[in-house]
């Protein structure tokens, strides 16, 4: 079984262009997460889908971040345009189960690092 | 306000001592609590989970964590450590149906 990929692994850019990080989760996983972990600092929750639809987007950290995940498959984080303090490393997870589920065990993907000169 | 504490940045361990990485939290309510890992250049990958029940859960790899409701803790352990085990540990507690994460803590097993 395959597991969660990220494209691309490593993505370095200028202030104020756009970037756009892809996520491919578990084939069957609704749910679909998206985090941000900033140099040595703790994990940061950025948004949950359940299928197409956005389940909570209460982490994004401002309108310069743009998540969509159209027919409910890949996922795909668009930042535009960066700033220099949304350099980190952004990880993608997928779940059969939310929480509330038998089965909440999140599934990552290797990390996309990003880094904004 | 929420939050998971991981006291330790780094923890240095011989081979075949026992080892302990710490979490406490600070969330509402029963929360459920993670253990991940972190390989280098590797994804995050689970390790144990604490939902109910029986308060020492036992993982992969041989990690079990125990939970303790009175001090908020549930710290991972392992009985002999391996130079294997030497990776980035997280410490993850949800609340409002998002994860809560620590900050990690860097586990060196030295031969």
């Known amino acids: 079984e395959a597991g969660v990929t990220q494209f691309p692994s490593h993505s370095v850019i200028e202030k104020g262009q756009t970037v756009t990080l892809r996520c491919d989760p578990i084939s069957g996983h609704d749910n679909l997460y998206w985090y941000r972990r900033v140099m040595g600092k703790e994990i940061k929750f950025l948004l949950h889908?359940?299928?197409?639809?956005?389940?909570?987007e209460s982490g994004m950290p401002n309108n310069r971040f743009l998540a969509e995940r159209t027919g409910g498959t890949y996922s795909t984080l668009k930042v535009q345009p960066a700033e220099l303090e949304d350099s980190g490393v952004y990880f993608c997870?997928?779940?059969?189960?939310?929480?509330?589920?038998?089965?909440?065990?999140?599934?990552f993907g290797p990390g996309t690092r990003l880094t904004v000169l | 306000a929420q939050s998971v504490a991981q006291p330790e940045d780094q923890v240095n361990v011989a081979e075949g001592n026992p080892l302990t990485v710490k979490c406490t939290y600070s969330v509402s309510g029963n929360p459920y609590l993670f253990w991940y890992v972190q390989y280098p250049n590797r994804g995050l990958q689970f390790l144990l989970k604490y939902i109910t029940g029986d308060n020492l859960v036992k993982g992969s790899y041989g990690f079990e964590a125990e939970f303790n409701k009175s001090q908020t803790s549930f710290h991972l352990k392992k009985p002999s450590a391996l130079v294997s085990d030497s990776a980035l540990y997280f410490c993850?507690?949800?609340?409002?149906?998002?994860?809560?994460w620590g900050a990690g803590t860097k586990l060196i097993i030295k031969p």
């Open positions: 993850a507690v949800t609340s409002n149906y998002q994860l809560i």
């Open positions: 997870a997928s779940s059969q189960d939310s929480f509330s589920g038998t089965d909440p065990r999140q599934f």
């Open positions: 889908f359940v299928k197409e639809s956005k389940q909570d």
